[in-house]
């Protein structure tokens, strides 16, 4: 992929544009964003940056337009111009009316509108038009955040073969909350498109792919999940922050006299900071209700500590937020009416923004960093705050609810919603000792500095090429047309021909109930399966996990022969021979186990059959299932340790069978008596890999799906195999 074009893509450009008094002024953002990105072969010629310069395109002219364009381009960025409308409906719409608070679990607040939804398809597809403008087959495409959940799809559709990423930088909700969303199944849908799906932290990527599982029906194995053909990899990277930056800027003569200003302002007192941007799930109310405790609680603390209180202005026209605003203003007006003194102000507050240096000397100087938010994807005020204390002489207090708990242990961890345990945790941190302070401090700056932002966006893309190498290992044996000929022919040209396939998964689909009469064949399978049965010379065979009594029910009046329960049982000449080996003896106390994890798991089923016991889950929400299957994996394999029955995980089982009971052994008695010049097989899952084993060299063996497989071929579904097949039929 050396010499790729990269493109990023987000909603915001890492530049903004204005207009004030009939002139454009251009801006760089200093966004976390902006500074991940930075790192990405910043200098090359073949990077490119699209997105939306911040501007209404109802305020500019066509020539103005074209300036922009011009000046952006120079910043290696592209703009995408979107009107007011499309501001207010896509952005202030779908994105921050419906998916914000919903990912943020404040379904309560939010307000849909068919129109949004709309706006959200029309403005991810004018981004999906632009970047296929800019990309070709082998541009690596970088894809931001909640605003473009359905462009990873669009993407895909016109350009197959492109590398694809998507990294959302919000929380990732419950599949219990996700399914809310009206158009939950087309968002899902959307973020698929793309070869690599990443996260912040596990939880993210584990709902993701639950609603994934049980909203679209696409399992996953260690974060692998097959989807159109193709590998998706869904993993988590905890963005880190330009950890250096910080350090530099604390040691800045002019932030160095800031700190010293803020330290002679609160002399003698403790300084608690909260900085955030005004917003209903940074849990600004909960901690001021805290603090407003421990001066209750704890008067003694009265003149000797202060919380410097610091929001961000953030979407003010709208009216959640101006209510919000309003009862931070009254609340903070009450608690400092009511403590404060001629001399002593208990909250200093402000509602501005801050320029770098002057939050960076905030960080500083404060003693405790108050980071508590209801719900927060990240939170990277935790991990600045971190940076920015060059004597690691600070304390963070930091929400359970915040992505960055996972990494900062050694924070104090609070219930945000806990307003009693805010304020317990604020005392302990007002006197904690020196040396655990330093301790706790300097741990999580190592980590931090280990792992910075520049180490997470590169990590990222490794990993996407890393994905499109996997990609390229399944697809290397996909069967095309030149070896699709070069079977019919073979077949054609071949005196006996033996074709074994495998049936659920292979030539029929799978049935969320065992129940066989679900499975049984459509009037068009069978029919292609008497006419391969009969083609002069060709012997068919169906080798299947069925019991005898369900293959004789659907093909007892066919010219095939069958093998049942993965061939313990032989029908040939219509009569059923079975195997010799006992399985009985064995049932009773791997039954027992099973009946308990049925009663326990909702969903389940046991099947049982005269040579292998089954248990199925594929009605078992994902979640749960994980942890069954493999809960009892791991029981049966010690019950089972002295004996010769052998437990493997399956498509959706459990099945426990005689060690010498397989397909590839069935298969190779078949090969004794067939003696062919051409053999098919064809199957789908890992007991049809035995007999992919067993066949000569020349066989053609075909695998149906991805996965890794022995087989010289793989074909991408069941569709595909039926396809191959009547073209055989018809030769």
């Not at 330009?242 to 002019?254: E, L, M, S, V």
């Amino acid at each position: 992929m050396r010499g790729s074009k990269i493109i990023i893509v987000s909603n915001r450009l890492p530049v903004y544009v204005s207009k004030e008094n009939g002139k454009l002024i251009f801006g760089r953002s200093s966004g976390g964003l902006a500074t991940a990105m930075s790192s990405i072969d910043a200098k090359a010629s073949n990077r490119v940056w699209i997105g939306w310069p911040g501007i209404s395109a109802d305020k500019l002219t066509a020539a103005e337009k074209a300036a922009v364009g011009r000046k952006l381009k120079t910043y290696g960025c592209r703009p995408i111009f979107l009107t007011d409308k499309q501001i207010k409906k896509f952005y202030g719409g779908y994105c921050n009316a419906i998916l914000w608070p919903l990912f943020h679990y404040f379904q309560s607040l939010i307000k849909y509108r068919e129109a949004d939804w709309l706006a959200y398809q029309a403005v991810n597809k004018l981004f999906q038009k632009a970047v296929a403008s800019e990309a070709d087959k082998n541009s690596l495409i970088w894809v931001h955040d909640y605003h473009l959940m359905l462009l990873p799809a669009m993407l895909r559709h016109s350009l197959p073969q492109a590398s694809i990423g998507y990294f959302l930088h919000i929380p990732f909700p419950s599949y219990e909350i996700f399914r809310l969303l009206p158009n939950r199944k087309e968002i899902l849908k959307g973020l698929m498109g793309a070869d690599l799906i990443g996260f912040h932290i596990y939880d993210y990527a584990r709902h993701f792919l639950n609603s994934v599982s049980r909203i679209l029906g696409v399992e996953n194995k260690y974060g692998l999940a097959e989807f159109k053909d193709r590998i998706v990899k869904v993993d988590t990277f905890p963005i880190g922050i330009d950890y250096d930056k910080f350090q530099a800027a604390i040691t800045r003569p002019n932030t160095k006299k800031e700190i010293d200003s803020i330290n002679r302002n609160y002399d003698g007192q403790k300084i608690i900071l909260s900085i955030d941007r005004l917003d209903y799930t940074k849990g600004i109310l909960q901690r001021l209700a805290a603090f407003e405790l421990l001066l209750k609680e704890h008067p003694g603390l009265i003149k000797k500590v202060v919380l410097i209180m610091v929001t961000i202005p953030s979407r003010t026209n709208v009216q959640t937020y101006k209510d919000l605003k309003q009862e931070i203003d009254q609340t903070v007006g009450r608690i400092n009416g009511k403590y404060a003194s001629s001399d002593w102000t208990p909250i200093a507050y402000q509602f501005k923004n801050l320029a770098f240096e002057n939050t960076a000397a905030l960080y500083a100087a404060a003693d405790v960093a108050l980071v508590t938010p209801l719900r927060d994807g990240m939170n990277l005020v935790a991990k600045e705050y971190l940076a920015s204390q060059s004597d690691a002489d600070g304390v963070l207090i930091l929400s359970e609810m915040a992505g960055a708990i996972d990494e900062l242990q050694e924070s104090l961890h609070v219930n945000p919603n806990d307003v009693r345990s805010i304020k317990s945790a604020l005392l302990k941190a007002l006197n904690m000792p020196k040396a655990e302070r330093l301790q706790r401090m300097e741990t999580m700056q190592q980590r931090l500095e280990a792992y910075n932002v520049h180490d997470w966006s590169s990590d990222f893309i490794d990993q996407l090429k890393q994905v499109k190498l996997i990609q390229a290992e399944q697809t290397a044996k996909l069967l095309d047309s030149k070896s699709r000929r070069l079977i019919v022919d073979a077949f054609k040209e071949s005196n006996r021909r033996l074709i074994i396939l495998d049936y659920d998964g292979t030539i029929q689909r799978f049935f969320r109930s065992p129940d066989p009469e679900l499975a049984k064949p459509s009037k068009n399978l069978r029919s292609l399966i008497e006419k391969l049965g009969k083609q002069a010379d060709t012997k068919l065979c169906i080798v299947s996990g069925r019991t005898p009594e369900a293959l004789e029910s659907w093909f007892a009046d066919l010219p095939i022969k069958l093998i049942a329960e993965h061939g313990a049982w032989v029908r040939d000449d219509n009569k059923w021979s079975r195997a010799r080996n006992s399985f009985s003896k064995h049932n009773q106390k791997i039954l027992t186990l099973l009946r308990q994890y049925a009663r326990r798991t909702v969903g389940s089923n046991i099947e049982e059959k005269a040579y292998s016991l089954v248990w199925h889950y594929r009605n078992v929400p994902a979640e749960l299932a994980y942890v069954r299957n493999r809960s009892l994996k791991k029981e049966l394999d010690e019950l089972l340790r002295k004996t010769n029955l052998v437990a493997h995980l399956g498509n959706k089982i459990i099945e426990i069978k005689p060690r010498n009971i397989n397909k590839g052994l069935a298969v190779r008695k078949l090969l004794k008596s067939a003696k062919s010049d051409f053999i098919l097989c064809i199957g789908d899952d890992y007991t049809d890999e035995d007999m992919y084993k067993v066949l000569p060299a020349g066989a053609f063996t075909i695998k149906v799906g991805l996965g890794k497989t022995d087989a010289h071929f793989r074909l991408p579904d069941i569709d595909a195999a039926l396809s191959l097949l009547k073209k055989i039929a018809q030769a």
